[in-house]
C-alpha cells in the first residue's frame, strides 16, 4: 500500500504507546479473573457437550452445580467424574445431561486428573490445528480466486436451512464471505442454544450444529466455484469465549469480537466483557480466525464527522487487545464505516481520507469496511449511488474485508436479488477502477491531507485524556459512541469471578503456551 498522507510516524507509535498503557489495568485485572463463559468455553474445549432433556447445555449444567467453587476452575471437576465413572466423554455428557451431581463425586489422584486432561485438551486442541490447516490448504490451492477486497454480505431468515439456500446463492453469485446473523438478542443469552435451529427473529440462532450445517454447504460451494468461501457468526455477548470455542471446532474462518462492543451497545458488564474477550480471542488466535470489530457501530449514536477520532482511537485499543491476546495483525479485521451525512460539502473527500488513513496506520489489517446505513432513506436509487460512491472507497483505500450495501436497507431484509445487484455494482466499481489509486497522489495542502491529519491529531489528544483518566472511567462518563455505561451495572457482572490460590485450567494454559505466553 503507497503512503500517500505524510501522517507523522511519532504520532502514530505514540498512540500505541498509549494504548498499551491504557489497557495494562484492565490486563491485570483480567489475568486474576474468569467468568462461567470462560468456565463453560473450556468445558467445551475439554469434550463437554449435550443438552438435558429441557435444553440446557451440558456445560451450563456443570458450571451451575459447581457455582460456589468456581474460583479454582471447573474442569479439575469434569475431568474427575470422567476417572470416578468411567464412562466415556459421550457417557458422562449423557449421565450428566440426566442428573449426575459431579460435585458429589470424591476428587481422585491430582496426578491422574492432570494427565487426563492433557490428553483431553491435545484432542481438541489438535481438531482446531486440522481444522486452520485445511483453511490454509485451500486458500493455497485457490489463491487468487477470491475478489479483493473480500465481498461479505449476510443471511438473516431466521431459519438455517432456509440461510442455507440464500448463502449458496450468493457465493453463487460472487461473494467471498457469508456472515449468519445471529438472532435478536441473542448476545443477551447467558447459554448457547443446543441443536438446529428453524425459527429466529431477524437472523439464525448461533449454535455449534448449525455452524456445522452452514461450513459443510459452503465447502461445497467452494469446490464448485473453486473459490474459499469464508463463514462468519459473532463471538460476542454473554456467550463470547463459547462461541469462539465452538466456531474454532467448525471452522469457522470470522468472528466478530470487540472487545467493547458489547458494554456500549448490548450494556453487558465492562468487567466481564474484558474478561471474556481476552479468551475469546485466544481461541480465535489459534484457529486463524479474523475478527471484525465493531468501530461501525459508534457512528451509529455519535457523528462521523465530529466523532471520527473516537474510532481510531478504538482502532488503536482494539489492535492492543488483541496483540494482548495473541492474535496477528493479519487477523485483524479492524472495523470503520462509510457514515458521513450525504449533504455534507466534500463527504465523499472526508470518507476517502479517514479509509486512506485506517489503511495506513495498520497496513497489515485485514480492514472492515461498513457500509451506508444510517442516512439510507428507501431512495433506492440514491442508496444505489451511495453504495457505489462507498465501493470507489473501498477499493481506491485498499480495505480487506468489504461489507456490501444493500439499495433496499432501510426498507427491509436484502432478498437474494438485492444482494445480486449489490454483487455487481460492487464489482463493476472495483474492476473498473482496479489499478486507480496506483495512479492518484494526492494535494499536499489539500482536503484529503489535511482531514487524515486533523483526526491523527485528535485522536491523540483522546488517548491522553484517556490515558490520564483510565479506560473504565472514561466508558463511564460516555467518551465513546456518546454512551455511559457504569462499571458495577451492566447484565452479565453476576457471572464474573475472582480467581482462587488454586485456580486451574489446563485449556488456558495450553492456548497460552501456543501462543506465546498470551
Known amino acids: 500500500m503507497q503512503k500517500k498522507l505524510g501522517l507523522p510516524e511519532d504520532q502514530i507509535a505514540r498512540a500505541r504507546d498509549l494504548a498499551v498503557r491504557i489497557i495494562k489495568p484492565i490486563m491485570d485485572f483480567i489475568e486474576h479473573h474468569t467468568t462461567v463463559a470462560v468456565e463453560r468455553a ?37 475431568v474427575n467424574a470422567l476417572l470416578r465413572t468411567g464412562q466415556t466423554l459421550e457417557g458422562l455428557n449423557t449421565q450428566i445431561a440426566d442428573g449426575l451431581k459431579i460435585a458429589d463425586l470424591p476428587l481422585s489422584d491430582p496426578k491422574a486428573i492432570e494427565t487426563r486432561a492433557a490428553q483431553l485438551t491435545a484432542q481438541y486442541i489438535a481438531r482446531i490445528q486440522t ?51 445471529r438472532t435478536t438478542a441473542q448476545s443477551l443469552l447467558d447459554y448457547i442454544p443446543y441443536g438446529a435451529t428453524t425459527q429466529g427473529f431477524g437472523g439464525t440462532y448461533a449454535t455449534q450444529e448449525n455452524f456445522r450445517i452452514m461450513r459443510a454447504a459452503l465447502d461445497e460451494v467452494s469446490e464448485a466455484q473453486q473459490r474459499y468461501i469464508y463463514l462468519t457468526n459473532y463471538a460476542s455477548g454473554l456467550c463470547m469465549p463459547e462461541i469462539a470455542a465452538t466456531g474454532a471446532l467448525e471452522r469457522l474462518d470470522m468472528m466478530l469480537n470487540d472487545s467493547m462492543y458489547g458494554i ?19 481461541i480465535n488466535a489459534y484457529a486463524g480466525i479474523i475478527i471484525n470489530t465493531g468501530e461501525d457501530n459508534y457512528l451509529t449514536t455519535s457523528d462521523a464527522v465530529e466523532k471520527a477520532h473516537t474510532v481510531l482511537a478504538s482502532q488503536f485499543l482494539n489492535e492492543r487487545f488483541a496483540l494482548e491476546a495473541g492474535l496477528s495483525p493479519k487477523q485483524m ?17 472526508l470518507e476517502l481520507a ?41 477499493k481506491f483505500t485498499d480495505q480487506g474485508i468489504h461489507l456490501l450495501g444493500m439499495l433496499t436497507e432501510a426498507i427491509h431484509t436484502p432478498y437474494m ?55 473504565m472511567e472514561c466508558m463511564e462518563q460516555g467518551a465513546f459512541a456518546d454512551i455511559k455505561r457504569p462499571r458495577d451495572m451492566g447484565k452479565g457482572l453476576e457471572g464474573l469471578v475472582k480467581k482462587g490460590n488454586d485456580y486451574w485450567n489446563p485449556v488456558e494454559k495450553e492456548l497460552k503456551a501456543r501462543l506465546g505466553g498470551a
Open 131 to 181: 481444522n486452520r490447516q485445511y483453511r490454509e490448504s485451500k486458500l493455497e490451492q485457490f489463491k487468487g480466486k477470491n475478489n479483493s477486497p473480500l465481498l461479505y454480505v449476510i443471511v438473516a431468515t431466521g431459519n438455517i436451512y432456509e440461510d442455507v439456500k440464500q448463502a449458496r446463492a450468493a457465493a453463487e453469485q460472487g461473494a467471498d464471505v457469508i456472515a449468519v446473523i
Open 264 to 282: 456500549l451497545f448490548r450494556d453487558i458488564n465492562m468487567y466481564r466483557t474484558f474478561v471474556d474477550q481476552k479468551f475469546s480471542r485466544m
Open 354 to 394: 479517514q479509509a486512506q488513513m485506517a489503511r495506513e496506520i495498520f497496513p497489515e489489517a485485514p480492514l472492515k469496511y461498513m457500509p451506508p446505513t444510517k442516512f439510507m432513506t428507501g431512495d433506492i436509487f440514491k442508496g444505489v449511488v451511495q453504495n457505489a460512491l462507498f465501493n470507489f472507497v473501498s
Open 42 to 78: 473450556s468445558l467445551r474445549l475439554a469434550g463437554a457437550d449435550g443438552a438435558d432433556a429441557d435444553g440446557v447445555p451440558v456445560p451450563n449444567i456443570v458450571v451451575d452445580q459447581l457455582r460456589d467453587r468456581l474460583e479454582g476452575g471447573v474442569l479439575r471437576w469434569y
Open 333 to 349: 479485521g479492524l472495523g470503520h464505516a462509510f457514515e458521513m451525512e450525504p449533504e455534507i460539502r466534500n463527504g465523499f473527500l
Open 417 to 471: 436479488q438485492d444482494r445480486a445487484l449489490a454483487l455487481d455494482n460492487a464489482k463493476y466499481v472495483m474492476n473498473n477502477m482496479a489499478d486507480l489509486s496506483d495512479e492518484i497522489t494526492f494535494k499536499p495542502d489539500g482536503v484529503i491531507i489535511r482531514r487524515a491529519h486533523l483526526v491523527l491529531s485528535e485522536t491523540l489528544d483522546f488517548l491522553e485524556s484517556v490515558a490520564a483518566t483510565g479506560l
